[in-house]
């Protein structure tokens, strides 16, 4: 037994032996290598259980030398009982000399932020001193900030018992160094541990002569995205009790200050001068302002007395006239405010503010023994340059505030705000304020237009509301009416909706404890219909208890009357009509962080889709049930159900998802549905050039997925994979007739391809491949290799008028047309997208044969001045390269055979009409008809411009003719009298 004790007690007087040798010290270094990537050194570890433990000379080397670390000593003394009960715990722990040097640049990249820091995981550090140290920090842009002399004590103790902190420090800058100092201690409550509630506590902090540009790295490494400069001086002093501030006492001085950031959206807040003197404190029921002054270059505030928190303390305190005294003043230089922060605040982009201010007072006075409070404010003045020109407003803006108390309590005597455009006034005891405003919607856009940006749209009518607010122990109610006259709105590309008459009736709740709004009745009529929300709860915050469950109904809605506003903000192409009577209710709940929207009872009667001279697009009756979950923190979208029936048109089955992971998001969705596609043709037509016409009615299915990064969207589909089948058995468009036709399209990771596709048109025959890489921006449509996409197709007036007129204006007023056109297709590109028509690129070569027509105004005239007539000809137009580029088809030489006399085009026709060609007439300038074959020995033929547009080309032939002949007999002439 005796040995066992000896060894025991040899055992424990031996741990620091080992805790303290170079094997242990190496196996220390090995371990924080390796968790950290970097080197670290330990000159020297000694353990002892009387002496503690003590480390010198330790340094530490990050990865790439992002981060340097230097320690002089530490010396620490574990408690030895808290280590027998299992639980690490140190007693005063004194670093010396720590130099910490970290450059941000050469940081390693890391996902990983680190778990968040409780206090009460430091607690077992008890006491740490930290003895002349220093911190140089470099950030991302090559700044530099450095602390010194920095010394420090923090001593943390379990909740329910008082933690104190100092620490002091000298922070290098180029204009001379600044101190830095705080004081404090807290006490976090027991029971709730270390959080804000039940915390006491007081704090004094002072800052002399700190240069804000010197700590701008360590700013942004603690991610307040603001940009400083300047010197603050200051001293503040604050005291904490149950987790709320209870009083405040502050100097604050600066110069010379110039403040930026993000949150800015690019503006710079300037002043040469801050000063900032305060003493405040606060109550259950009150705030008590002993002192408050600020001044800077642009405003002066000040204000003095108590301010109440709850409507009770604002009663007591008015009715004990003689001990209330709030008065406060402001005086605001707005030019100088609005000229600094334009992209904050909004001003209008070009506008120079050149004037205004913005001055106010609050006094107290005693009546009766009651007090009266008083409050006046104004705009006034402001004046700017917009586009070169001066603009103000025309009168200002006013407030003014009259609070009294009487046997019911407090009382709004009065709120009146006026100004140019509009007005606005309130009253009550504050059980019941009733309100009242109005507003000239053109004049407040001709007053405020020019300094705020209002939007894109010209507004005009007349806007007036009316109700009362009920303000309860845990309820605020508001009811009213809100009524618009004559609402015009405009945008610049000439579109307006206009409204003889809308009103809104609303009866809402808000219950401040609950943190919920109740919606009783919330109606809005307008002229295409009424929108109406029910008994419908909303929470105001995340921490609401209360469940989001709304319904809103659309009722007779007139989709005629829609069109407008459809129109106006783009969601319809100019020129389609919509019409129709609408009901719809969709349900809006919220479980575990996801919308769920429902509905089951949307129809549309009668529905009608039409575009100018073409057949009206009409079902006479559309419904459609719908469930759609939205989870806004995962970004996800879930359609889990989507039905459309219509007579013509069915989807049985729509289902669409969209979850996120990490940096990843899926795409996936699948569509099944019956279609007639003499609908469809019909609805289209709406759509494109021209009336398509289709037929057929078959089952189709349409599937997709797409994995791509959350932060490029736009690459979704370059990581598209679907696949879809279509077919027709009849279709007609442009001139062209269809037979049965099926369509494959299938998308392999962004490669989309299509066909072939092989079918019966004109009684020619039609052959199409085509492949696109979506990946690519604009994605293009191409043909993989040559093919004969047109072969034997038979032409008619349509074909001529639609398509053929772009390739030669002879088909321009083309009467009695017919022939056998091919085409052999080399190259195609075509952007999918909005630039289609101009960027499409086609390369290929066309011939037609057994051409004939009744008349051609271009051909009638070429031949007239022969007599000839091009009816009961025979055309052939002989194979022609040509080339469609930058929305203009070109081509070097298109000889058309009128019989047997060749005329010859070349040059270029626009999409758009313009003609820029030369022809080379059947006739050479000595008088004579060219014929097909002896071109060669014709001699020279006539060659004339061909401008103006397709519709009204400009072509002067008799004149040309009388002009070449001319020359030709005067040059005769000349050769005959140089014989002589």
Do not use: C
């Amino acid at each position: 037994m005796g040995g066992i004790l000896v060894l025991i007690i040899l055992i424990v007087l031996l741990i620091p032996v080992v805790l303290s040798s170079r094997g242990f010290t190496r196996w220390i270094q090995a371990t924080i290598n390796r968790s950290t990537g970097g080197q670290t050194d330990i000159g020297d570890l000694s353990v002892g259980w009387l002496k503690g433990i003590r480390v010198a000379d330790f340094s530490f080397r990050g990865e790439n030398g992002w981060a340097e670390v230097d320690i002089g000593r530490i010396t620490s003394r574990p408690s030895y009982s808290s280590l027998l009960g299992g639980t690490l715990a140190l007693g005063r722990t004194v670093v010396d000399q720590p130099r910490v040097a970290i450059d941000l640049r050469e940081r390693p990249p890391s996902s990983d932020k680190g778990p968040s820091m409780d206090p009460s995981q430091l607690e077992w550090l008890n006491e740490v001193v930290v003895r002349n140290g220093s911190v140089r920090l470099t950030d991302a842009t090559g700044r530099t900030a450095q602390i010194a002399s920095l010394n420090s004590d923090v001593s943390l103790r379990p909740a329910g018992q008082t933690s104190r902190f100092s620490a002091n420090a000298v922070v290098a800058a180029a204009q001379g160094p600044g101190r830095v100092q705080i004081v404090g201690e807290v006490t976090p409550d027991k029971k709730t541990g270390w959080s804000l509630k039940g915390t006491t506590g007081d704090v004094t902090v002072d800052v002399n002569d700190l240069d804000l540009n010197s700590v701008a790295p360590f700013l942004a490494m603690a991610g307040i995205q603001v940009q400083a400069r300047g010197q603050v001086s200051g001293n503040i002093v604050g005291a904490l009790q149950d987790g709320q501030i209870e009083n405040v006492k502050a100097t604050i001085s600066g110069r010379d200050l110039d403040v930026a950031g993000q949150a800015l959206k690019g503006d710079r807040l300037q002043t040469s001068q801050l000063n900032v003197n305060a003493n405040l404190t606060q109550t259950n029921n009150a705030i008590s302002v002993d002192q408050l002054n600020v001044r800077t270059d642009w405003a002066t505030i000040s204000a003095a007395g108590t301010i109440p928190k709850t409507v009770e303390s604002l009663s007591q305190l008015l009715e004990n006239g003689a001990a209330y005294d709030l008065q406060g003043k402001f005086d605001i230089d707005l030019a100088a405010v609005l000229s600094q922060m334009p992209n904050t605040i909004g001003v209008r982009q070009g506008m120079e503010i050149t004037g205004g201010r913005a001055t106010g007072n609050i006094n107290t006075t005693t009546e009766g023994g009651r007090a009266t409070v008083v409050a006046k404010a104004q705009v006034a003045g402001l004046a700017g340059t917009f586009n070169k020109e001066k603009v103000s407003l025309s009168g200002p803006v006013l407030t003014t505030l009259r609070l009294s108390t009487g046997k019911e309590g407090p009382l709004l005597e009065a709120l009146d705000v006026s100004a140019p455009f509009a007005k606005l006034g309130a009253s009550g005891n504050f059980k019941q304020i009733k309100y009242q405003g109005q507003a000239d919607l053109a004049s407040l856009q001709s007053e405020l237009g020019p300094f705020i940006n209002l939007g894109p749209y010209e507004l005009a009518g007349q806007m007036t509301e009316q109700g009362q607010v009920s303000l309860g122990d845990k309820i605020t109610d508001v009811s009213g009416s809100l009524s618009a006259q004559k609402l015009v709105l405009a945008s610049s590309d000439g579109n307006s909706v206009s409204e003889p008459k809308a009103d809104v009736n609303f009866a809402v709740g808000i219950d401040k404890q609950q943190q919920v709004l109740a919606v009783d009745t919330l109606t809005a009529n307008a002229s295409f219909g009424t929108i109406a929300v029910k008994g419908a709860t909303i929470p105001l915050g995340q921490d609401s208890p209360a469940p989001l469950n709304l319904v809103v109904s659309a009722q007779d809605v007139d989709l005629s009357k829609l069109e407008p506003y459809a129109t106006m903000f783009a969601a319809l192409p100019k020129g389609l009509t919509l019409g129709g009577i609408a009901q719809s209710q969709v349900t809006v709940t919220k479980e575990e962080g996801s919308y769920h929207l429902a509905s089951t009872a949307t129809r549309i009667q009668n529905f009608q889709l039409t575009s100018p001279e073409k057949e009206t697009f009409q079902q006479p009756q559309v419904t459609a049930l719908f469930d759609v979950y939205i989870d806004p923190n995962q970004k996800s979208i879930n359609i889990d159900r989507l039905q459309v029936e219509s007579p013509q048109i069915k989807i049985q089955k729509g289902q669409f998802r969209r979850t996120s992971q990490g940096n990843t998001a899926k795409l996936q969705g699948t569509l099944e549905g019956q279609l007639d596609w003499a609908a469809v043709g019909q609805m289209a037509s709406a759509f494109v050039p021209g009336q398509l016409t289709l037929a057929g009615q078959k089952q189709v299915a349409l599937n997709f997925t797409s994995t791509y990064p959350v932060n490029e969207p736009n690459r979704l589909l370059a990581h598209l994979n679907s696949q879809a089948s279509f077919e027709v058995d009849r279709a007609q468009y442009m001139g062209f007739d269809f037979g049965p036709t099926k369509m494959d399209i299938r998308v392999e990771d962004g490669l989309m391809k299509i066909g072939p596709v092989s079918t019966k048109v004109n009684n020619g025959q039609v052959n199409f491949t085509g492949e696109a890489n979506l990946a690519q921006t604009p994605a293009l449509l191409k043909t993989p290799s040559s093919e004969h996409l047109a072969q034997g197709i038979q032409i008619n007036a349509e074909t001529a008028d639609k398509l053929l007129k772009y390739v030669n204006p002879i088909f321009a007023d083309v009467v009695g047309v017919s022939g056998i056109a091919n085409f052999d297709l080399q190259e195609l590109a075509i952007p999918l997208g909005s630039a289609a028509k101009s960027g499409t690129q086609l390369s290929g070569t066309l011939w037609i044969d057994q051409l004939k027509v009744g008349t051609s105004g271009i051909l009638n005239q070429i031949l007239g001045v022969t007599g000839k007539s091009v009816r009961n000809e025979v055309l052939t137009i002989h194979r022609t390269n040509l080339v469609l580029q930058k929305g203009v088809v070109r081509y070097d030489d298109m000889q058309i055979d009128v019989g047997d006399n060749p005329i010859n085009f070349r040059g270029a026709i626009g999409l758009n009409g313009v003609l820029d060609m030369t022809i080379v007439l059947p006739y050479t300038i000595d008088g004579r008809t060219v014929r097909v074959g002896q071109e060669a020995q014709a001699g020279q033929r006539i060659t004339l411009p061909l401008t103006g547009t397709i519709s009204k080309p400009e072509l002067n032939l008799q004149k040309l003719v009388e002009s070449q002949l001319q020359e030709r007999i005067l040059k005769g002439l000349g050769d005959i009298l140089k014989k002589r």
